[in-house]
């Protein structure tokens, strides 16, 4: 097992592939089928390369079994600003009080490949990682329907705090991601 932070296009595909993969999977039901169906290996490659190549501050990290990558991540300081979802005053004011907070923005595993313990080494590192930037605390956006993600996110120490963020899908879909939060 090796950690490999993201810098080459080979890196990129091999995080968007991740990516594509766990959603087909752990979203089936919930996301509209069709627009699973439309998610390529390839879907989030030029996104992991640019937030690289602008040194935007969100960094993705990946897990690989010898040559074969089977978890990724993508860690940064909170995009709150990016969570907008609901256009309120309220929101926004909400919003504002985790804006010196670490975020895991993405985090998927494989699947074949969860409850082979990969997930929580990655989550280690990027933890490690975010206190050593000086981060107090963290927190992540995770599906509500996604028990198996919440008992993860449990077992490390996250505990759901209250807030959610609407996510708008095709077809009037709306999904529900829960925040968890946890000090670093």
């Not at 595909?13 to 169906?37: C, E, F, N, T």
């Not at 300081?77 to 985790?98: C, G, I, K, M, S």
């Not at 449990?154 to 077809?171: C, E, L, M, V």
């Amino acid at each position: 097992m090796h950690l490999q932070d993201a810098c080459t296009d080979a890196h990129f595909h091999d995080m968007s592939r991740i990516h594509a993969l766990a959603w087909k999977d752990s979203y089936r039901g919930a996301v509209p089928q069709d627009y699973l169906d439309a998610l390529t290996e390839d879907h989030w490659t030029e996104i992991f390369r640019q937030n690289y190549e602008t040194r935007n501050g969100i960094h993705g990290l990946l897990l690989y079994r010898g040559d074969a990558p089977v978890a990724c991540l993508n860690y940064c300081r909170a995009r709150v600003d990016n969570f907008n979802t609901e256009d309120t005053d309220e929101w926004a004011e909400l919003n504002a009080r985790y804006r010196d907070w670490g975020e895991l923005a993405t985090f998927y595993t494989l699947p074949g490949e969860q409850g082979k313990g990969y997930g929580s080494l990655l989550m280690e590192e990027a933890l490690r990682r975010l206190k050593a930037d000086g981060y107090h605390n963290v927190f992540v956006f995770v599906h509500r329907e996604n028990a198996g993600a919440r008992r993860f996110y449990s077992r490390h120490g996250f505990a759901w705090d209250g807030t959610h963020a609407d996510i708008h899908f095709p077809h009037n879909t709306i999904c529900v991601d829960l925040r968890y939060v946890r000090a670093l």
